[in-house]
């Protein structure tokens, strides 16, 4: 029974994650329906479930929210509902987070928790916020001038919060005007001013005595939805044509405008984007002629049913909207279906756990040489990677990509391919090393990715100099590999100075297989990352007309691929043991970082995609712990715990991890 233990844990982990993939049951309102239905924005076709965890992510950092004082949680769609339909009630909800003092008392915001209130102290309304933003928009200006290394701790946070709020406010004008109280009689009183307001604005163009009343009466609704136009929100009026593009989507606001002025007209009209007589006339001649899209009707029924708390005209309206655009875009609601369980099940989410998991089984059996302990973890691990696996696919099914478009997914990448070496290198090493480096990289690049998760959509659009799926799976992945390799390379060179210096276990067996492991990965490394540094080179002739051009990014590649043949050069040439070998690949580590993001902190050159300063600190902070590790390694071997320390017959360094006394020591095979 004892051998199934392991066996038996990785399937009841493997079935929590599964259970997440069950759809929620919807009691009332069908919101799950909903949140399938599809819409553009970011520039892609995407669920409205994947609009509403991504914009609660960004402005919250959560995808739920739970309100002190307030019993449950409510989702991100049923969030969504509300900013879109009920935004009276979202708009005393507490979504925003604000930590900085300074940034609370320009609102006048209370410092500390107040539980009589429901105040955490941390989370606040719109309603508390809306009188002074104003105020408040100031200080934004300033900060966006500046650099994103330069920006003080309260900068930072103003333009946090400014995003935040400027996402909040796109989406309450996805359906409807702000402060709209009726939007379903809005748009009826709109469309019957439709006739006499075009005919009133084209007899004044011709010069002719006009119905000012009635001009006035459209030109009051034109300039709300131009309002709203201009507020940017997604876009969720398909065309009138099915056969028409993507591009051809609306915006609300566009698509009411339509069928009495068009926005260019309209913003001739107010002096903000001038245009020529000639067109301006066919403007005029054009005005009042385009029927009202059959997609707005749907959602004033929705808009309705939902403010009325009419449940069953609600999804009734779900149900003959989803019939409209069952034809002309049944890919993308499957499509969308499919985004909205990824997104539920989290994938990466539950292997962050299991990784961690499986991390502290290996601390006890390294603690107490527990075998079941090591056999759990080994299975949890597996157990972790097929789920970090099914979650890399998906994203690639989703998008249509090979695994690495972005930053985010660079970091999913990257903590795959390590979990993967440490896996073969588990293989041959039974000692649990490889377990533990796995394991280590996979949570901390997973919490990476979720951290990068927080400022965009992570299926966002590419721009057009990477829409290439050959280079993609070519240069990128391969190159990627070689930034997980090198990474796998400095942790396991990570344990063996640890290891040596603060414990007595690196004796003369475990400290050769470290070294062997980083050897062969080091190996693997520098092939992966100099063919993926001329794949570049080759990518970058055919789109830029150069092979090489001293690019940021360019430079940080090449550094890594020297830094590795360094190394190895180094180490078959005797100019480093076993020591300083472990030293210089623990350099591999931070050659690796500026590479990867410190390359996109400098916001300058032609890779400078994902730029990003949020992680200037956790950066620097993490070279500064391999320095300080690289300099442990520096202390006399004579004061290594390891080599001080014998074993009660004194003859010789005591048991490595994962060595029993007595039992013969581990190998590769």
Same mark, same amino acid.
């Given at each position: 029974m004892k051998r199934w233990i392991p066996w038996i844990i990785a399937v009841g982990a493997l079935g929590l994650a599964l259970s997440r993939l069950?759809?929620?049951?919807? @009691? #009332?309102?069908?919101?799950?329906?909903?949140?399938?239905l599809i819409v553009v924005f970011n520039g892609r076709v995407q669920p409205f479930d994947s609009v509403a965890r991504n914009s609660l992510l960004q402005i919250r950092g959560k995808q739920s929210l739970h309100e002190d004082g307030k019993e449950g949680t409510l989702d991100a769609m049923s969030w969504l509902l509300e900013v879109?339909?009920?935004?009276e009630l979202a708009d005393a909800r507490r979504v925003f987070r604000i930590?900085?003092?300074?940034?609370?008392?320009?609102?006048e915001l209370p410092l500390q928790p107040d539980a009589a209130v429901h105040d955490d102290g941390k989370h606040y309304a719109w309603d508390q916020l809306r009188d002074a933003f104003p105020k408040f928009r100031e200080q934004v200006a300033p900060a966006q001038k500046k650099e994103g290394s330069t920006r003080t701790p309260y900068e930072q946070a103003v333009i946090r919060l400014n995003n935040a709020v400027t996402l909040y406010l796109r989406l309450q004008n996805t359906v409807q005007p702000m402060l709209g109280k009726d939007f379903p009689a809005e748009v009826a009183d709109y469309q019957a001013s439709i006739p006499a307001g075009v005919a009133a604005f084209q007899a004044k163009e011709r010069g002719v005595a006009f119905d000012t009343n009635a001009l006035a009466q459209v030109l009051k609704h034109c300039q709300r939805f131009l309002a709203m136009q201009d507020m940017e929100p997604p876009l969720v009026v398909p065309p009138h044509h099915p056969e028409q593009e993507h591009d051809n989507w609306m915006r609300m606001g566009e698509a009411l405008l339509e069928s009495s002025f068009p926005v260019a007209l309209l913003k001739d009209l107010v002096g903000e984007e001038p245009l020529p007589q000639a067109e301006v006339d066919r403007l005029v001649a054009q005005a009042g002629t385009v029927p009202m899209n059959p997609s707005i009707s749907h959602f004033t029924k929705l808009d309705e049913a939902y403010r009325a708390g009419d449940v069953a005209g609600f999804n009734r309206a779900i149900a003959d909207y989803r019939a409209t655009l069952a034809m002309?875009?049944?890919?993308?609601? /499957?499509?969308? =279906?499919?985004? /909205?369980?990824?997104? @539920?099940?989290?994938?990466f989410m539950s292997a962050m756990v299991i990784y961690i998991g499986a991390f502290l089984l290996v601390c006890?059996?390294?603690? =107490?040489?527990?075998?079941?302990?090591? @056999?759990?973890?080994?299975?949890?691990? #597996?157990a972790a990677f097929l789920i970090h696996t099914a979650g890399l696919l998906s994203r690639m099914l989703l998008e249509g990509r090979p695994p690495v478009t972005n930053l985010y997914s660079s970091a999913i990448f990257i903590g795959w391919g390590a979990v993967g070496l440490g896996l073969l290198l588990e293989r041959f090493w039974r000692n649990a090393i490889g377990l533990a480096v796995g394991s280590l990289v996979g949570f901390a690049t997973l919490i990476i990715a979720h951290q990068l998760s927080l400022s965009e959509d992570t299926m966002i659009m590419m721009r057009a100099v990477l829409d290439t799926n050959f280079w993609l799976a070519t240069h990128v992945t391969i190159v990627t590999l070689g930034?997980?390799? /090198?990474?796998?390379? =400095?942790?396991?060179?990570?344990?063996y100075v640890v290891l040596g210096v603060l414990t007595p276990v690196l004796d003369d067996g475990v400290s050769k297989s470290l070294t062997r492991m980083v050897y062969g990965i080091v190996c693997f490394a520098t092939l992966f990352s100099f063919t993926g540094t001329v794949l570049g080179g080759i990518w970058a002739d055919q789109s830029w007309g150069r092979f090489w051009g001293w690019d940021p990014k360019e430079n940080g590649a090449l550094?890594?691929?020297?830094?590795?043949? *360094?190394?190895?050069?180094?180490?078959? =040439?005797? *100019?480093?043991?076993?020591? #300083?070998?472990?030293? *210089?690949?623990?350099?591999?580590?931070?050659?690796?970082?500026?590479?990867w993001f410190g390359t996109n902190m400098l916001n300058v050159g032609l890779h400078s995609y994902g730029f990003m300063d949020a992680a200037f600190k956790w950066l620097l902070a993490f070279i500064c712990f391999n320095l300080v590790i690289i300099a442990l390694g520096f202390v006399p071997t004579v004061n290594w715990r390891s080599f001080r320390a014998k074993p009660a017959t004194g003859k010789g360094p005591g048991p490595g991890p994962g060595v029993r006394p007595g039992k013969p020591r581990p190998v590769a095979a």
């Open positions: 069950a759809p929620p049951a919807d @009691r #009332g309102f069908a919101v799950s329906d909903f949140g399938r879109m339909f009920r935004p930590d900085h003092p300074d940034v609370k008392a320009l609102f002309p875009y049944a890919r993308e609601l /499957t499509k969308a =279906g499919r985004e /909205t369980v990824f997104y @539920r099940a989290e994938p006890a059996y390294w603690t =107490g040489f527990w075998e079941l302990a090591r @056999r759990t973890a080994w299975t949890l691990v #597996g930034y997980a390799a /090198t990474y796998v390379a =400095g942790v396991l060179a990570l344990f550094i890594i691929v020297l830094w590795n043949a *360094l190394i190895l050069h180094a180490r078959m =040439g005797g *100019l480093v043991r076993d020591r #300083g070998f472990n030293q *210089l690949a623990i350099g591999g580590n931070i050659v690796t970082s500026w590479s």
